[in-house]
Structures are given as C-alpha cells and as structure tokens.
C-alpha cells in the first residue's frame, strides 16, 4: 500500500512539474506582449475642426509617434470625419469614403501598420485644411530586440511615444503587472510541488 501512495504522489509531483514547464514556456510570451495603446486627441482642446493653420494636423501628426494599438480620438460638432485613401486624401474627394463618422465623438483605432487618411465631409473643410494623415508603425514588442543606442551626453530618457502635441510616453506597467503576476504564480505552484513531495 505505502507503494502505491508513493507512486501516486511521484506521478502527481511529475505532472505539476510539467504543468510548471509548459508555464514557464508560456509565460513570458504573455508577459512580452505590448503595453496597451495610447490614445490621441486630433486637435487637442479644440478637436476635430478647421484649422487656424492651414498645415496644424499635418504639423500636429509630424510631432507624434502611432503606434499598432493607438487610437484616435475625433470630437466635432456640426462635421464628420471620412475615412478616405490616398488620392481621395490628396484630392479632398469625399464623395467615396471607405468609412464615415457622424456621430461627434469617433474613437478609430490604428490596427495595422501603415497610413492612414482622413479629411472633414463639409464642404470646403478639407481644403481649408480639415485633414490628417497618420503614419503607424508597428509597437517595438512586436520586433527582436536589437541593441540599445549609445545616448547623447546629458541625456538620461530615450524619447518618449508621443510627442509636444501629445507627450504621452508607454508606460511599462501593464508588461510589469503580468510579470509580476507570472512570478507569484510560479512561486505559488513551486511551493504545491515542494510541499507535495
């Protein structure tokens, strides 16, 4: 009988020691992911209107990064914001957006890499500078690691997220609370395997 136990409680010890491996696997796949996205207000405190500059949006995307995983924040009175391609960005056609917004607070999310266009359905609106083109690049966790640039003397950050328009720098908390998580995990299962032998 004292056998058997014994070999019931080996085969239980094995099976949490393998449940651990594959844990230690995954984890750090989980713990790796991207920090949530930013969110930009277009416009700031004036939102999503025709420009007291001609070239704001332009300027304004120019002074920030975009990231997969950003989004966009329109807030308009009285105007729309169209989804267009490039030529229609260029030409300011929004006879055939590939998405239309009316509803005076749009939340767009940057999904992919790439550009994205966007100009105002009045009439008028785009030419006087009612538009925005944003070019998102992919999130860093999502590329290998590649050895950090020396910093320049009397620097002490690497450059943040956002940019004057929009300081908002990535914070790393959501990757240092899923770690964390990952480690009392992993100490919790430890103490079951130790404490069942």
Request: charged fraction near 10%.
């Amino acid at each position: 009988m004292a056998a058997a136990a014994g070999s019931s409680s080996s085969s239980r010890v094995a099976a949490l020691a393998g449940a651990f491996v594959v844990f230690c696997l995954v984890a750090p796949a989980v713990a790796a992911e991207a920090p949530p996205g930013l969110e930009f207000h277009v416009g700031g405190a004036r939102g999503w209107t025709v420009p007291v500059a001609n070239n704001s949006y332009s300027w304004w995307a120019m002074n920030n990064r975009f990231r997969v995983g950003d989004t966009l924040y329109f807030r308009y009175f009285n105007d729309s914001v169209l989804l267009v391609d490039r030529p229609d960005f260029d030409a300011c056609n929004a006879t055939a957006p590939l998405a239309a917004f009316v509803d005076g607070a749009t939340t767009f999310p940057l999904d992919r890499p790439g550009f994205f266009c966007f100009i105002s359905g009045e009439p008028g609106h785009c030419e006087e500078g009612q538009r925005l083109i944003v070019r998102v690049m992919v999130h860093p966790a999502a590329l290998p690691p590649a050895p950090a640039p020396a910093s320049a003397p009397g620097t002490s950050e690497p450059p943040g997220h956002g940019g004057p328009g929009n300081p908002g720098a990535t914070s790393g908390s959501a990757a240092t609370a899923t770690a964390t998580a990952v480690a009392a995990v992993a100490a919790a299962l430890a103490a079951f395997v130790t404490a069942s032998s």
